[in-house]
């Protein structure tokens, strides 16, 4: 056997040895460090490759520059996957909030929408009443309410409170029979019994218009004692300032 083969055969032993040890560093290697610090499997490809390139192409040298080549690329392969990953997963992420958003936003605008309507609602309610009126009536010489006409003025006063653009127009009334000074004290205690009820329902006291009429405006004709009974009474009306109708609920 002449010298050049034995050292070819010597070469390669010796560069099968060494490619065996530098795949196994690697795997070895692994478990002396911290996770964090850990090659990755792209860089301990690249190592091994490189070694194994380097040294076929130029010996032992090429090797060493194999290796660190192959290790180079491989981490910068692995630092670019991982990037890549984390900015999938952000932008993952911002799509999700984007959603989120996108669905706050459209149920806050349903909720002014619906707001809207009720507001809208409200106000064609308004309109739609202009046929009735509150109309509270009293007995002979009295100014006390009913039991059966508290709970409709309490609900016309909470109805006005929540509305701050309407004033309450409250008319007292008294039938023809008495002095014109008797009629006109009795329908001024009249419409300022009604208008403390609506102001317990919460209507301030600069939204109330309060009046007396008296027995001016009795249509009854004298003697008619079931048309006197219309004349004994409270008128209470919603009125918007602008408007030129008079919305009236019973």
Known sequence: MSTQTTRRRVGALALTLATACMTALPAYSQDQVPKQQRASKQENIGVTT?????????GPVGAVIGAAAGAWLGDRYHKQAT??????????KT???????????????????????????????LKLTDELQTDVSFRT???????QAMAPLLKLGALAAAMPDVKVRVAGYADPRGSDALNDALSQHRAQAVAAVLAGAG???????????????????????????????????LERPGADEVARRD
């Open 50 to 58: 490189g070694f194994a390139v380097g040294a076929a192409a130029a």
């Open 83 to 92: 990037a890549s990953s984390t900015l999938a997963a952000d932008l993952s």
């Open 95 to 125: 799509e999700a909030e984007r959603t989120r958003l996108a669905q706050s936003v459209a149920q806050l605008n349903g909720s002014l929408t619906e707001t809207k309507a009720r507001g809208a609602q409200l106000d064609q309610t």
């Open 141 to 147: 010489n009295e100014a006390s309410i009913s039991a």
């Open 203 to 237: 209507l301030s006291q600069d939204r109330l218009i309060v009046e007396a009429h008296g027995k001016c405006e009795s249509t009854s004709t004298p003697g008619d004692l079931d048309g006197y009974a219309f004349d004994r009474r409270v008128t209470v009306r």
